[in-house]
């Protein structure tokens, strides 16, 4: 898998858009981008991915650029229980389910009342 | 849809003993589960990859005797964590993808005390 690399923090102030950015310069072509986040103490929650056009949904926004090298990852207006890790994960997709996830370090991202 | 239920959620337990963690898709099969581990402000670090009717497959330096998996079923994956010691405390957590669905979904984790 591709690795991936993400700063370790941020902070974002509350109702403000929150853009966590992702360097994954070695994709290839079958590999999608796909994000998560962790709430402290919980298991991690699926937010959004996408293999090379942008993509948005109820929760987040993902921006991919052209040469697919890195992307961002947009919380419109950030709320404080959006305070988590966020983790950018490359990898191919199948319809089998069969295909582990490996996590970097991800990003704490912090939001500010 | 696509909930994984795990249980407990949290367990403390006595050097020496084995504890048992269930991971249950509650609403869709899963022919593969997959179990991690977080130690505290660490990452997810994958342990074994759970198959259903066959042998688990575990990642490299994760010992098998030592963390049984058991999938007998398409809807649960058991990890025994055996003769345990205040190292193996961790969280441990598992994850399933439906078919067809691009997106895995994960347990609420279990926070295991050994002491």
């Known amino acids: 898998d591709a690795k991936t690399t993400q700063p370790p923090s941020m902070d974002c102030a509350e109702g403000r858009a929150a853009n966590l950015p992702c360097n994954h310069s070695t994709i290839s072509g079958n590999e999608y981008v796909y994000w998560y986040r962790q709430i402290h103490s919980q298991g991690p929650q699926y937010i959004i991915h996408?293999?090379?056009n942008n993509e948005t949904n109820e929760m987040a926004s993902l921006i991919i650029t052209e040469d697919r090298k890195s992307s961002t990852l947009i919380l419109p207006h950030a709320t404080l229980r959006d305070t988590a890790v966020y983790y950018c994960i490359v990898r191919v997709a199948s319809n089998f389910g069969n295909e582990k996830l490996t996590f970097g370090t991800g990003t704490r991202l912090t939001i500010i009342p | 849809g696509a909930v994984v239920s795990q249980h407990p959620s949290r367990v403390i337990c006595k050097s020496g003993t084995s504890v048992k963690i269930e991971c249950r898709s509650l609403d869709f099969q899963a022919t593969t589960m997959f179990w991690y581990r977080q130690f505290p402000k660490q990452s997810l670090m994958l342990m074994a990859t759970?198959?259903?009717?066959?042998?688990?497959?575990?990642e490299q330096g994760v010992e098998k005797d030592k963390f049984l998996i058991n999938h007998a079923s398409l809807t649960l994956s058991t990890l025994t964590v055996t003769s345990a010691h205040p190292e193996d405390s961790s969280f441990y957590i598992c994850?399933?993808?439906?078919?067809?669905?691009?997106?895995?979904?994960f347990g609420s984790g279990t926070r295991l005390t050994v002491v």
């Open positions: 994850s399933a993808r439906a078919t067809g669905n691009y997106g895995y979904t």
């Open positions: 996408g293999l090379k």
């Open positions: 759970s198959n259903e009717g066959s042998k688990a497959t575990y």
